[in-house]
């Protein structure tokens, strides 16, 4: 069983920044790297950043140069540091474990972030 908690999401203005975590617990050894994705509303959810167990991260285009992802293994807690954010950036951020390059289903309860003046 495999839990992941989100957290650090909020109401931020444009050109502000915030930075989420996400936890893991449970039987995560198997888990080679973690992952954000976003859905907005009326959208379907998308891939956002992933960073590998060797730290290598991922970025969409949309999110390259503001985002930044960073982990602590020790923890078993990855970390999206958003600077720039702009509205389009609102959404539900969620975080998933991937085993190898293949995405499992353990997915998060998400965070919101909402990015208005």
């Known amino acids: 069983q495999v839990q992941l908690v989100e957290s650090g999401g909020g109401l931020v203005q444009p050109g502000g920044s915030l930075r989420l975590s996400c936890t893991a617990s449970?039987?995560?050894?198997?888990?080679?790297?973690m992952a954000w994705y976003r859905q907005a509303p009326g959208k379907e959810r998308e891939f956002v950043s992933r960073?590998?167990?060797?730290?290598?991260?991922i970025y969409a285009d949309s999110v390259k140069g503001r985002f930044t992802i960073s982990r602590d293994s020790a923890k078993n807690t990855v970390y999206l540091q958003m600077n720039s954010l702009k509205p389009e950036d609102t959404a539900v951020y969620y975080c998933?474990?991937?085993?190898?390059?293949?995405?499992?289903?353990?997915w998060g309860q998400g965070t919101q972030v909402t990015v208005s003046p």
């Open positions: 998933v474990l991937y085993s190898g390059s293949v995405r499992t289903d353990d």
């Open positions: 449970g039987s995560i050894f198997s888990f080679s790297s």
């Open positions: 960073i590998t167990s060797s730290c290598s991260p």
